[in-house]
């Protein structure tokens, strides 16, 4: 078997398509934390539970209705993600003016409540979820095994953060949320319902991350605590790559799935503390992240 | 624009109007009218309360009470984003550009509040510069440009009045020209203007009436024809 720098190189590139697929759900889950920290100025600590929601959502939705996986890809963000907007009207709003530490704090209470209760209903095992039937099985590229589901989760994850990113770059309502994301007052004063748009912008945020919660639900167990650990992670991520930044979260959430399965390959003890150690480093070297703006 | 024409007709006035930012009380009763097509203009130091003012009228401070009507529309309980929606543009004295939107990103951002608005052609006609570097990135351009844009940007909606602050501040005389030539078109259309001014001589030959401003009210109403009986008066509170 081919070798690279002493590794075989399907194992290399196993770590690789891993690395990618964590990478993905990095990208997804800091691009909604971007999108929602840039307008609304929240560090949304509930972002892990709307994920978590997302993928048990997905289950219940095929368990009890016997709604199938692309209905689910659709649904279950749509109702993620109107919670999401009832929080911001009914909870949110009620502290927008307050220190961002309430906000900070009361979202982090949300999503204990909402695992806590889950918790309670379906307990922490994991739920199992068939893979759709079309995305069983998958290819042998030569040097590597690629399942079709780990293919569409990149490709899916790849299509909404562009649309994302062109979303919010290059069209109107991305340029009223851009304003917004520097001068909501004036926006406000131009006659823009900035009030609505920051509701509208949250309910985008937790949207994205229940979809990556859909995405996530055949290949990792759903539980209702699933949320917790990737958030950590998707935290540091959202710290490299700088604080509200779009093209900053997707790269930077790609880029460390796959530093992360390379070290996996090279150094597995360090592969769980990798990130947080790169995080270390941006920050004593540009403090901002990579694609933040200096202040 | 039939109503434009109806002599005194009472586009702005104000009673009584206080507003606090947080604890700090700013405006002590401040009452004010403009008259539709007016250019008048808000005088006083620094910390008098004038740029307060225009935000209050905007809903922009923290709390106001007394009256704002607006085309005869109480609004002093009007949410921020309806009261663009009455007619009413605002240039803010920071200038308010976005730096993460381009020249033409920004002069198409705020909604159209009212019909009979310039153009984006009219707009390039006012503001060739602004055509020259239309995609260029807002905070890019120079401060006179700048000035320009924030203006332009508040024509394009139609608005029938324009709420002004400081728009000569710290620009080249040159510009501060173009400016007035700016200011005396769009009184020609009609518009009604609430000039908020630091630079006197800038703002003399353009105004209809002034009003002096210290320590949140009003302490003097000059019409332009008695400028100079009071320029005493007013060399004494502008501290020139």
Known sequence: MSMIFGVPIAVLSGQLLLGLINGAFYALLSLGLAVIFGLLKIINFAHGAFYMLGA????????????????????APLIVGTLGILIEYFLLRKIANEDHLYSLLLTFGVALVIQGVLTNIYGVSGMRYAIPEVFRGGVNLGFMFLPYYRAWVIVAALVVCFGTWFMIEKTKLGSYLRAGTENSKLMQAFGINVPLLVSLTYGFGVMLAAFAGVLAAPIYSVTPVMGGNILIIVFAVVVIGGMGSIVGSIFTGLAMGIIEGLTKVFYPEASSTVIFLVMVIVLLVRPAGLFGKEA | MADAIKPNYEQLKITDLHAFYGESHILHGIDMLVRRGELVTL??????????????????????????????????????????????????????????????????????????????????????????????????????????????????????????????????????????????????????????????????????????????????????????????????????
């Open chain 2, 43 to 240: 005088l006083g130091r620094n910390g008098a309360g004038r740029s307060t003012t225009l935000k209050s009228i905007m809903n922009m401070v923290g709390n106001r009470t007394g009256s704002i009507m607006i085309n005869g529309r109480e609004t002093i309980t009007t949410q921020a984003h309806h009261i663009a929606r009455l007619g009413v543009g605002y240039c803010p004295e920071e200038r308010g550009i976005f730096s993460s939107l381009n020249v033409e990103e920004n002069l198409m951002l705020p909604p159209t509040v009212r019909s009979g608005g310039m153009s984006l052609d009219e707009i390039y006609d006012m503001f060739p510069n602004l055509y020259e570097r239309r995609f260029s990135q807002g905070t890019r351009l120079s401060g006179g440009e700048q000035q320009m844009l924030a203006m332009a940007r508040i024509l394009r909606t139609g608005a029938n009045m324009l709420l002004l602050d400081e728009i000569t501040e710290g620009l080249a005389p040159v510009i501060v020209q173009k400016l007035a030539e700016v200011l005396i078109k769009l009184k020609e259309k009609g518009l009604t203007i609430v000039l908020v001014e630091q630079n006197f001589r800038f703002a003399a030959p353009l105004a209809d009436r002034h009003y002096l401003m210290e320590h949140g009210q009003i302490v003097e109403e000059i019409q332009a024809s008695e400028l100079s009986q009071k320029q005493e008066l007013l060399n004494t509170y502008l501290g020139v």
């Open chain 1, 56 to 75: 048990l959502c997905t289950v219940v939705l095929f368990n009890t209705l016997g709604i199938n996986y692309w209905v689910a890809l659709f649904l």
